[in-house]
């Protein structure tokens, strides 16, 4: 993560774009690309080269770039504009093939150190990369970079790993998960190890539960063909949100090489404990919603997005437990669902009580254990909830009250020039750089894949089938169920 790795990799001098056209492209890896140049990250002669089946002109695609940053809030700077769109090119081509691949090494131009970026369906990744060995494209300083889904399950996304990697060696395959390049997430790396405070405290000793909530309002609307086939637990548990996992349980790596941070979470994926069918039951809740009203809003079900009835989970909630000496004991809630009634994503790490108040009645019903929540989006803040006196005076002795001390990054975003930055930015950034610190390695998105299918099974084995919630509330009442068994509560 912008460290420079230990063995300085050349920049790459350009990108080829596949899928340019589509919703990837143009709501995320354009837009980061003209940031970048904004913020003089693109090397002089960096070029970029979309690519789809659709016909275009070069013309053509440089106006859709201009018209695609043009409806975007912060205004296009004129002088950076000029010398983006000098870098633009684009060529209609079947890339899944001998003759496609060659077309693009026309129009690359001798480009030495190419990002291939795959915007495109996974199903076509094999194909691709066959392709791009045999026009002579895939060199050994070229870099590829592959979106999710990598695969459905174990074994198909050893079969996309394998033919990715016999093209490419696995340093210059970059699997993207959109979230380790936000803001938020790299803090935590911050907030853990550059920081004496929280490590002695980070353990079974000190921490009762943790929490991880990815909540969103949007709906599956009409992209039901993909998620579908996936579900809640496939689209964002087994990626987003195992990697916020991993990251509030890894070890302290030795450093921020790529090799180090990724050794800690292949550890921590290692550890979870396996599903069981009772874990199917007692610790697992699958939700679907129905209609009903977020924002104000009525919003319809799935059964009516999808057209027919399926048995597709839109909401999960479940009970991990990491198998090692850190965290033994330690349960770590995790829920994901569409339709929820805010946007939020938010890790909350729960210390336990005191072991013994010396306060009196009253003020004992004020302790509220220490708790530390980490909020990813919308806002991004972390807050650290304290105890400390009521001020004033009070009848039969002092009244406690739990405060938070808070640190929030939406200063950071206010003033001339600061903005938000897509998650993207950093990402490609680094792959620019070479470095896939960032990135998720083979064996990691196996080992995801392992502990997932194993819930998977769980829930076939036990007939665990989606369970209806409401449009707008917070899951099926089991998710409430789920963390009560243990006499906890989410942080709502
Ligand atoms: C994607 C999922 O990976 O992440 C989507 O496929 C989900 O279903 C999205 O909506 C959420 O991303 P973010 O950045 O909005 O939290």
Redesign the pocket.
């Known amino acids: 993560m912008a460290q420079t790795p230990q063995v300085e990799t050349p920049l790459a001098d350009a990108m080829v774009l596949f899928g340019a056209t589509g919703d990837l492209s143009r709501r995320m890896v354009i837009p980061s690309l003209y940031f970048l140049d904004v913020d003089g990250h693109l090397p002089a002669d960096y070029r970029i080269l979309g690519t789809a089946r659709a016909p275009q002109t070069r013309e053509g695609f440089v106006e859709e770039v201009r018209q695609l940053l043009a409806a975007r809030p912060d205004p296009i700077d004129e002088g950076v504009w000029n010398r983006f769109s000098q870098r633009l090119d684009y060529v209609a081509c079947d890339a899944t093939t001998k003759e496609g691949g060659a077309e693009l090494k026309t129009h690359l131009k001798g480009a030495k150190r190419p990002m291939f970026f795959l915007a495109i369906s996974p199903s076509l990744y094999a194909k691709v990369c066959g392709a791009l060995a045999a026009s002579g494209l895939a060199t050994p300083e070229s870099r590829i970079i592959l979106e ?1 889904p990598i695969g459905r399950d174990l074994e198909t996304s050893r079969e996309v790993n394998r033919a990715v990697g016999e093209v490419f060696d696995e340093e210059r395959i970059f699997r993207i998960d ?2 380790l390049g936000k803001e938020t997430v790299q803090n935590l790396i911050a907030l853990r190890f550059a920081n004496t405070l929280f490590e002695p405290l980070w353990n079974s000793l000190t921490i009762d539960h943790v929490q991880i909530t ?1 909540a ?1 309002t ?1 709906g599956v609307g009409d992209r039901w063909p993909y ?1 579908d086939e996936y579900g809640a637990l496939r ?2 548990l087994q ?2 949100m195992l990697q916020l996992l991993c990251f509030v349980a890894m070890e302290p790596p030795a450093d921020m090489d790529p090799r180090s941070v990724r050794n800690e979470k292949v550890k921590v994926l290692r550890s979870l404990r396996r599903f069981t069918r009772a874990d199917a039951q007692n610790a697992s809740v699958r939700g679907q919603y129905t209609k009903g009203v977020v924002g104000g809003k009525e919003a319809p079900s799935y059964e009516s997005e999808r057209g027919q009835a399926t048995a597709t989970e839109t909401f999960v909630a479940l009970r991990a437990d990491i198998d090692n000496w850190r965290w033994a004991g330690v349960p770590f809630f995790l829920r994901t669902g569409k339709r929820m009634p805010e946007k939020r ?1 938010q890790i909350v790490i729960q210390f336990k009580p005191v072991p013994h108040s010396i306060f009196g009645n009253a003020a004992n019903e004020d302790l509220v254990a220490n708790r530390l929540v980490i909020d990813l ?1 919308p806002q991004e803040d972390i807050a650290l909830t304290l105890m400390n006196k009521l001020p004033g005076v009070s009848k039969g002795g002092m009244r406690l009250q739990s405060m938070p001390l808070s640190l929030s990054l939406l200063s950071t975003y206010e003033g001339p020039g600061a903005r938000r930055r897509i ?1 993207y930015e950093r990402l490609l950034i680094d792959v620019l750089h070479g470095d896939n610190t960032l990135f998720v390695r083979r064996d990691e998105v196996e080992e995801a894949w392992r502990w997932v299918d194993g819930v998977a099974d769980a829930w076939t084995e036990a007939g665990l089938k989606p369970k209806p919630y409401a449009a707008g509330s917070w899951g099926p009442s089991g998710a409430f169920a789920l963390i009560e068994r243990s006499e906890r509560a989410w942080l709502d």
């Open positions: 999710k959109h979230y990815v969103e949007e998620y689209d964002m990626n987003h994503t989006q998650a």
